[in-house]
């Protein structure tokens, strides 16, 4: 890379760090609260409310049941929540719900040998290792010229927010981003580690809607199968452990009681998603409506991305941010500690750019890294202000807008070639 390239990539990582530093103060009033908490419930074992009611208490409370040899309650709402109270003493625990498949469980069941607090720190801490791990295998993969050796410490910079949220939230974006990237990484160069990232991805569906398409684009058939054998081996692992009732259970109740959860739940829950239909819903639409105006854009981009996968070839990187960015337009149930992944690899495909006369990379770059701690503090704003559900558009339309940018700086770039 030349000094002046270099220069320029310095100056927009300068911007887009003010720019994400400022967005990220303007949502401190939700976010710090709760972050003082849970550490202080980390650093001194304080059971406080707070430091209880993350979403990790799922997770501990599953693996607790699976040693106890009782996992029948987490698969019914109103069972599970009177056993979280019960198992924290705490009266009206903010409402959760068990939304996993049953061979998660295989995950989590080793939790269930801790402590809550020792149990939160070791989930987060180990899995916040293999997210790095898996961005440098990213990297790694992908080439390590001065151009990408510099985005790739940058981009580090900008998944601060996201690992602040992790953090506060007692989320598992770590895990699911860091086998996000791992399947993207690995694709091309190991087909049977590849297939279990994507094996284990199936715990959280969502996120791997667009692999077979990305895979079969690119004729990684042997990577296919492999994905398709460990997945029924995990299917396998849990009827024996958990037996089959648990997936007729989780077809029964789990997913039936999701598809009301994303119709009708409500407040800052919806901010948590970077998605269309949870801004819309969030702005006031009901569910359907949402839901139709969700698919207008999304079908769209799905198309445009089944076209570019298997007609307008490109290498591995461009098609795994391709694939990143349309997932996250595409599904209207992602979350914004999901996103990992995307904030990850929109950030060394923006600092690739590289241009002064493209003054919206540092603007672009900062709205998107910024998400997990700037959208979730609207509902405050809400209290005072008609502003705020639209501003939750901002989410979606920025991850939009990068999918917008990477389809034509792919047809340019296809065009120049010719």
């Known amino acids: 890379m030349s000094g002046e ?7 927009t990582i300068r911007r887009a760090a003010v720019l994400m530093l400022v967005l990220a103060l303007a949502g401190m009033s939700f976010w710090l609260p709760q972050l003082k908490a849970v550490l202080s419930g980390l650093l001194s074992g304080d059971p406080n409310p707070v430091f209880i009611n993350r979403d990790f208490a799922n997770y501990w409370l599953s693996g607790k049941q699976v040693l106890a040899g009782d996992i029948e309650p987490l698969f019914f709402k109103d069972r599970y929540q009177d056993l979280l109270e019960q198992t924290f003493a705490q009266e009206a625990m903010e409402t959760r719900n068990w939304s996993y498949p049953p061979h998660f469980l295989l995950l989590t069941a080793p939790l269930g040998f801790f402590s809550y607090r020792s149990a939160y720190l070791l989930f987060e801490g180990l899995s916040l290792v293999f997210f790095i791990w898996a961005c440098f295998e990213a990297w790694f993969q992908w080439g390590r010229s001065s151009e990408f ?32 990237l791992l399947a993207l990484a690995w694709r091309q160069t190991k087909p049977i580690a590849c297939g279990l990232a994507l094996a284990l991805l199936t715990m959280k569906p969502q996120l791997g809607i667009l692999f077979p398409f990305l895979l079969l684009a690119e004729r990684h058939f042997a990577t296919i199968f492999w994905a398709i054998a460990f997945t029924l081996l995990l299917f396998a692992l849990s009827v024996a452990a958990f037996g089959f009732a648990s997936w007729e ?59 570019l996968l298997f007609f307008k070839k490109a290498g591995p990187f461009d098609n795994g941010v391709l694939v990143a960015a349309a997932t996250f337009a595409i599904t209207p149930y992602a979350f914004l500690y999901d996103a990992g992944p995307l904030y990850f690899l929109a950030t060394l495909s923006l600092l690739s750019f590289g241009s002064r006369k493209r003054v919206w990379i540092p603007l672009l770059l900062a709205l998107l890294t910024a998400q997990p701690l700037w959208l979730p503090g609207l509902p405050l704003l809400a209290k005072t202000t008609f502003a705020a559900p639209a501003v939750a558009l901002l989410a979606p339309l920025t991850v939009l807008i990068f999918f917008l940018v990477l389809l034509m700086r792919r047809l340019a770039w296809r065009t120049a070639s010719q």
């Not at 390239?5 to 100056?11: C, G, P, Q, V």
């Not at 939230?169 to 770590?174: E, W």
Request: charged share 10%.
């Open 149 to 180: 050796s510099l985005s790739f410490r940058a981009a580090i910079l900008f998944l601060s927010c996201f690992v602040i949220a992790q953090f506060y939230l007692g989320q598992n974006g770590f895990l699911f981003g860091g086998l996000f």
């Open 5 to 11: 390239a270099i220069k320029t990539t310095d100056e």
């Open 249 to 307: 259970l989780f077809v029964s109740e789990t997913l039936s009681y999701q598809q009301q959860v994303m119709r009708e739940w409500g407040g800052v829950f919806l901010y948590m998603m970077p998605t269309l239909f949870a801004a819309l819903r969030a702005i006031g639409f009901d569910a359907s409506a949402a839901l139709l105006l969700h698919l207008a854009v999304a079908l769209p981009v799905f198309v445009a991305t089944l076209w």
